[in-house]
């Protein structure tokens, strides 16, 4: 079968990097929503823990139950609030905090300017009386930055919306309050961290969108694909490959079938405009649900070595070409 090899070294080199950014192992939060963003959710929250990372952030509480042992605090960004004393929830509207159950921990929230999630600035003061009135303890307050990972003066558009809502929950009484907004692009790109955390997702997994006219921190890919040779095969020049025959040998040549596919959560792509493996090698026609055809008799492939390049390929992002892998694929740490 198919199987994903996670380099440990690659990701405490990235973390690492974050943390000579913060000035602190402590100040990093791991978000290893959606199972890590496909890398696996226990294996890097205990690979986390053991380089020292004492805070995470996932999607749900059933997430959080899987890795709680590791960490300090874990904040959960959508689900039911209840009280737990390692779990935090994020508020993102009114009824959160109506909904939520007395004496649980909260991190509020606060649409500076995405229009996604979180209290509108509106709401704001609204948000914190309903706080106090529903005995729940504010931990956290936190943004998301639409923008950290383009040119322009958006980020510092929505830093400076973000400090007068720190100002506003200061006057509002509440003290102890971790602040947070930088996620990977923001802390790639900052000169002065000056927050209690940072969640950092991507950057972690070895990953760095922002265009080169920034700064470029050197960060290394945590997970290589591979696949495992089925069947091996001649065919003579002329003859076709694959549903429906997209590829048409040039020559006589010797291919072979490997056990990944679009059931797999790898993309299907283009045969016109074929993708080209970590080794070189290019696919041979058209992805099937179960395999891949390439000019190789090698036991195992090395399919992708780098989301970044393979998404660059195939005209999408590195996030969506991990996340996209089955969870079933199995993993092995090197």
Same mark, same amino acid.
């Given at each position: 079968?198919?199987?994903?090899?996670?380099?440990?070294?690659? +990701?405490?080199?990235? !973390?690492?990097?974050?943390?000579? @950014?913060?000035?602190?192992?402590?100040?990093?939060?791991?978000?290893?929503?959606?199972?890590?963003?496909?890398?696996?959710?226990?294996?890097?929250?205990?690979? /986390?823990?053991?380089? *020292?990372?004492?805070?995470?952030?996932?999607?749900?509480?059933?997430?959080?139950?899987?890795?709680?042992?590791?960490?300090?605090?874990?904040?959960?960004? *959508?689900?039911?609030?209840?009280?737990?004393?390692?779990?935090?929830?994020?508020?993102?509207?009114?009824?959160?905090?109506?909904?939520?159950?007395?004496?649980?921990?909260?991190?509020? @929230?606060?649409?500076?300017?995405?229009?996604?999630? *979180?209290?509108?600035?509106?709401? !704001?003061?609204?948000?914190?009386?309903?706080?106090?009135?529903?005995?729940?303890?504010?931990?956290?307050? $936190?943004?998301?930055?639409?923008? /950290?990972?383009?040119?322009?003066?958006?980020?510092?558009?929505?830093?400076?919306? +973000? #400090?007068?809502?720190?100002?506003?929950?200061?006057? /509002?009484?509440?003290?102890?309050?971790?602040?947070?907004?930088?996620?990977?692009?923001?802390?790639?790109?900052?000169?002065? +961290? =000056?927050?209690?955390?940072?969640?950092?997702?991507?950057?972690?997994?070895?990953?760095?969108? !922002?265009?080169?006219?920034? =700064?470029?921190?050197?960060?290394?890919?945590?997970?290589?694909?591979?696949?495992?040779?089925?069947?091996?095969?001649?065919?003579?020049?002329?003859?076709?490959?694959?549903?429906?025959?997209?590829?048409?040998? #040039?020559?006589?040549?010797?291919?072979?079938?490997?056990?990944?596919?679009?059931?797999?959560?790898?993309?299907?792509? =283009?045969? @016109?405009?074929?993708?080209?493996?970590? #080794?070189?090698?290019?696919?041979?026609?058209?992805?099937? $649900?179960?395999?891949?055809?390439?000019?190789?008799?090698?036991?195992?492939?090395?399919?992708?070595?780098?989301?970044?390049?393979?998404?660059?390929?195939?005209?999408?992002?590195?996030?969506?070409?991990?996340?996209? !892998?089955?969870?079933?694929?199995?993993?092995?740490?090197?």
């Amino acid at each position: 079968m198919a199987f994903i090899t996670i380099n440990r070294q690659n +990701f405490y080199h990235n !973390l690492n990097q974050i943390a000579l @950014k913060t000035g602190s192992v402590e100040k990093i939060a791991i978000v290893l929503k959606d199972n890590a963003y496909g890398h696996g959710l226990e294996l890097m929250g205990r690979l /986390a823990s053991e380089f *020292g990372i004492k805070h995470a952030v996932v999607r749900k509480t059933s997430e959080a139950v899987l890795i709680k042992p590791f960490f300090e605090t874990v904040l959960i960004l *959508g689900d039911t609030i209840v009280k737990d004393e390692r779990y935090s929830f994020a508020i993102n509207t009114l009824e959160d905090i109506k909904n939520a159950q007395k004496g649980a921990k909260v991190e509020l @929230k606060v649409d500076t300017g995405m229009h996604r999630n *979180g209290i509108t600035l509106d709401e !704001l003061d609204e948000a914190l009386e309903l706080i106090k009135e529903n005995a729940l303890e504010l931990i956290g307050v $936190m943004t998301h930055y639409r923008s /950290a990972d383009e040119l322009g003066s958006e980020l510092f558009w929505q830093q400076k919306q +973000f #400090e007068s809502v720190k100002q506003r929950v200061k006057e /509002a009484g509440f003290t102890g309050v971790r602040v947070h907004s930088h996620n990977s692009a923001t802390i790639l790109r900052t000169k002065h +961290f =000056d927050e209690d955390l940072v969640r950092v997702g991507i950057g972690a997994y070895g990953y760095n969108e !922002l265009p080169d006219s920034f =700064d470029q921190l050197e960060l290394r890919p945590v997970m290589a694909l591979h696949a495992k040779k089925v069947s091996s095969r001649v065919v003579k020049a002329g003859e076709r490959i694959g549903y429906g025959g997209e590829y048409i040998a #040039e020559n006589e040549m010797r291919v072979s079938t490997y056990d990944l596919g679009y059931g797999d959560g790898w993309c299907r792509g =283009d045969a @016109k405009n074929p993708y080209i493996t970590g #080794e070189g090698l290019p696919i041979l026609g058209r992805v099937s $649900m179960d395999f891949i055809t390439i000019a190789s008799e090698k036991e195992e492939m090395c399919v992708m070595n780098d989301a970044q390049v393979a998404a660059k390929q195939l005209g999408t992002i590195s996030y969506e070409i991990t996340t996209a !892998l089955s969870s079933d694929i199995p993993k092995e740490v090197i």
